[in-house]
């Protein structure tokens, strides 16, 4: 299973909002936002956090899909 936060990243676009002032504003470390930033696991309580401060679900800012399918196009779930 692999994870992409491009959805995070268009909502942050939308809301004018850099990564910086998200880890500010949320209160999550650096180290979180580098592992969003390369789509790996974080916390999901580093999810609410962003969620809660951006005021959306987290489908609203995450993708899951099954590696594997990455061959033969996306699998989302």
Do not use: P
Not at 3 to 15: F, G, N, T
Not at 68 to 77: A, K, V
Request: proline fraction near 0%; charge should be negative; glycine fraction near 6%.
């Amino acid at each position: 299973m692999a994870v992409s936060y491009d959805k995070l990243w268009k909502l942050l676009i939308d809301k004018k909002l850099n990564r910086t002032q998200l880890c500010e504003q949320a209160g999550i470390s650096t180290n979180a936002m580098a592992r969003l930033g390369k789509n790996e696991d974080v916390r999901v309580e580093v999810l609410a956090k962003i969620c809660l401060e951006l005021g959306c679900t987290i489908d609203e800012i995450i993708d899951i899909f099954h590696r594997e399918s990455e061959q033969e196009g996306i699998l989302w779930i």
